[in-house]
């Protein structure tokens, strides 16, 4: 079965460390994002990706890293800089960038301890 | 900008109707619907690109109105599986979603 995979599910971090959240799809699909979801708001995305080794900021992408080395896998990366990442995290992916649906993991609830 | 979803909230009794409205400052290219239950991921529901046109998935239908910048969602029948919060997202030519806040939708037996 095709789909996107994050994981951990739940992940709890200290002050001042990094954490990296994966996701992974098997879709085929060319175009990748990370988007933020704070309880009871909508999405905001942070980064996204329309190719292997290319990908761009996004409204809200102070405090974060990504990298995209091979097409199926889109690992974000929560910085010590990220001063309020307690959130929702979802990774989504679409056949190319701006083109047809976008598939969403079951998502990443990270908490800052 | 983010495009604004009316109303916020609403409750319905099974077998009701409900519009859900999406609009937006900016011009549209296309627009996607999304329904999300409580602690999972949202699910697609819908597409809708320029045009005006009307799109139905089972009971739950949408249209694209260019002109006035907005698109509204209609649940026709409710069931107690369409409860959940429904999100707009609006494409302005810029290749990337703007989601609306949402609106959370509750169909009570």
């Known amino acids: 079965d095709g789909g996107i995979t994050q994981s951990p599910k739940y992940l709890f971090r200290k002050e001042g460390q990094n954490v990296t959240l994966s996701c992974e799809q098997n879709?085929?699909?060319?175009?990748m994002y990370w988007y933020r979801q704070d309880p009871g708001q909508g999405l905001r995305l942070i980064y996204y990706?329309?190719?292997?080794?290319?990908?761009q900021k996004g409204d809200i992408a102070e405090g974060y890293s990504v990298s995209r080395e091979k097409k199926e896998s889109f690992p974000l990366t929560v910085t010590s800089a990220q001063k309020n990442p307690t959130a929702f995290y979802l990774c989504?992916?679409?056949?190319?960038?701006?083109?047809?649906?976008?598939?969403f993991g079951p998502g990443t609830r990270l908490t800052v301890l | 900008q983010q495009p604004v979803q009316s109303p916020q909230a609403v409750i319905l009794r099974e077998g009701e109707d409900a519009v859900i409205n999406c609009s937006s400052s900016?011009?549209?290219?296309?627009v996607h619907w999304y329904r999300q239950k409580h602690g999972e991921a949202p699910v697609f529901l819908m597409i809708l690109l320029k045009g005006g046109e009307q799109k139905g998935h089972d009971k739950i239908s949408a249209s694209f109105n260019e002109k006035k910048q907005q698109s509204s969602l209609y649940l026709t029948a409710s069931q107690l599986s369409y409860s959940g919060t429904y999100f707009c997202g609006l494409n302005n030519a810029g290749n990337m979603l703007t989601f609306g806040g949402g609106t959370r939708l509750m169909v009570k037996p």
């Open positions: 900016k011009a549209l290219y296309s």
């Open positions: 879709l085929n699909h060319d175009a």
């Open positions: 989504a992916s679409s056949i190319a960038l701006g083109q047809g649906a976008q598939y």
């Open positions: 990706s329309q190719i292997v080794n290319d990908f």
